[in-house]
Structure formats: structure tokens, C-alpha cells
């Protein structure tokens, strides 16, 4: 399956579904607090996307049960929303929110801090969110895909983090996973060249130990292997004629 170059018309289907999935992030964002269970999470997600017309993409992806991933401190990514996983002060959590609107979709996630987090905790999450932007700054026609990695490794190692390379960016668009594959490590000049079109995401998982990880027994929740915390931001980008768009900002993003 070769890599799609969306037109115009299909862009334009792909922003609203990524500013509908920015959206409800946002919102959902903006509630969290201790005491909120992950299950709680799931629900406003669920409530708030159809509010915007549209279908969360994850429910019922290969049997996931749940409208978003909620992935908390240790765990990597896919986390299941629990009714008996509440968020406690000085908690990390990332939310993944991916819609699809009218036949297409958008992904972005966000880690959140809950209420007063260690220093060194929080390092890790502003590290996460600069190796996602450096990345971005990167997307261009001509550019390759492991420019895209060695932004993220470049930000990461200067900040002693550890970058997960067992789960990728991807394409999306009619799909929400379609190639390219999107490794968050890469070497500058190799890989894949961008073409103005092309639309996919970039979602860097920092670990403030090693970045193995392993799947727990449910066989979603990906952990870290040494129960180091991991950070993760996420936005879906197209690469225009002279750069790059972010197809996920929040609707109070400055420019
Ligand atoms: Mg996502």
C-alpha cells in the first residue's frame, strides 16, 4: 500500500476532523483533576465528539473497548480507561483522541499534568511536547522521515530522555493508521523523501529511563519495561507545498 497525496477537498475533510478531535482533547483537558477516573475520561470523550458530529475512531478499532486511550505515568501509550484507575495529584496522563468526521480523521494527544507534578516529572513533559514542535519545524517538501526521528532524538538525548521506537506515527486521513510508518529515531537524510499532500502524525513517547516497554496481560496497556514515566504529545501534520500544517491545534493556538 504506497503512502496517499491528499487534494484540496480531502484536506479540508481531514482539518475538521482533526479540529473536532483538538477540540474535544481540549475540553476533556481542561476537566481533569484528582479523583477523575480514566472510565470518566472515556465518557466525556464520547459525549463531547458526537457533540461535534462526529465517531470516536479507537472504539472498537481490532476490539479496543474504549473511545480514547488514557495512558498514565508508567504506561506508554493504549492505556484502557478503568473505572478503578482515578487520577492523584502529581499524576501524568496522556489522552489520544482520534475522530473521524465525515469519512476521515484526525488523531492528537496530549499529557497532562495532575495538580503539582515533581520537577523532574514535569521536565519530562515539556521535553515531550519540544521534541513533538522540533519535529514539526522539520516537515517539508524534500524532507525526509528520518529527519522527522532525529529532531526528536536530538531534543530527548540533550534532555537525558529515552525515546520509545516499539510504536510509530502513521498516515491517516480515509484511514486512521495508513503508511508511511513514522519513527520517532531516525537518521538524518535517510528515509522516505516528503511530497507536498502527504498527511500523517507524529506522536514522540519520551521515557525518563530506558524506552523499552511491554504489553500488559489485557493485551493493550503498553508499559515501560523499568517503570520509568513516559510522556507522549501527538499531532497529525500535512506537508503543504513550502512546509507544514498542523491539522490539530487547539482553537486558542497563537501562531
Ligand atoms: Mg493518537
Redesign the pocket.
Known amino acids: 500500500m504506497s503512502v496517499t497525496i491528499y487534494g484540496p477537498r480531502e484536506i479540508a475533510a481531514i482539518r475538521r476532523a482533526g479540529a473536532a478531535a483538538a477540540g474535544t482533547l481540549a475540553a476533556v483537558g481542561g476537566r481533569l483533576a484528582p479523583g477523575v477516573t480514566t472510565a470518566q475520561i472515556d465518557r466525556w470523550v464520547r459525549e463531547d465528539t458526537a457533540r461535534r458530529g462526529g465517531r470516536p475512531s479507537q472504539l472498537g478499532y481490532y476490539g479496543f473497548p474504549a473511545s480514547v ?1 488514557t495512558s498514565r505515568n508508567a504506561v506508554v501509550c493504549h492505556g484502557v480507561p478503568r473505572e478503578d484507575e482515578a487520577l492523584r495529584e502529581g499524576d501524568i496522563v496522556n489522552v ?3 475522530t473521524e468526521l465525515d469519512g476521515f480523521h484526525g ?3 496530549a499529557t497532562f499534568c495532575v495538580g503539582a507534578v515533581e520537577p523532574a516529572v514535569r521536565r519530562l513533559v515539556e521535553a515531550t511536547r519540544a521534541s513533538l514542535m522540533a519535529a514539526i519545524a522539520v516537515v517539508r517538501p524534500g524532507a525526509r522521515l528520518g529527519d522527522v526521528g532525529a529532531a526528536i532524538v536530538e531534543v530527548a538525548a540533550g534532555a537525558g530522555f529515552g525515546v520509545v521506537r516499539d510504536y510509530c506515527g502513521h498516515g491517516i486521513g480515509r484511514s486512521m493508521h495508513e503508511p508511511p510508518q513514522v519513527s520517532h529515531v531516525g537518521r538524518a537524510g535517510s528515509g522516505m523523501r516528503l511530497r507536498a499532500g502527504m498527511v500523517f ?1 507524529i ?1 514522540p513517547m519520551l521515557t525518563q529511563g530506558a524506552p523499552e516497554c511491554r504489553v500488559l496481560a489485557d493485551g493493550w496497556t503498553v508499559v515501560t519495561a523499568d517503570g520509568g514515566w513516559s510522556a507522549q504529545f ?1 499531532h497529525t501534520v500535512r506537508v503543504t507545498e513550502d512546509g507544514c500544517e498542523v491539522l490539530t491545534w487547539p482553537e486558542d493556538h497563537v501562531p
Do not use: F, P, R
Request: charged share 40%.
Open positions: 486511550c489520544d483522541v482520534t488523531d492528537t494527544s502524525t506522536e501527538e
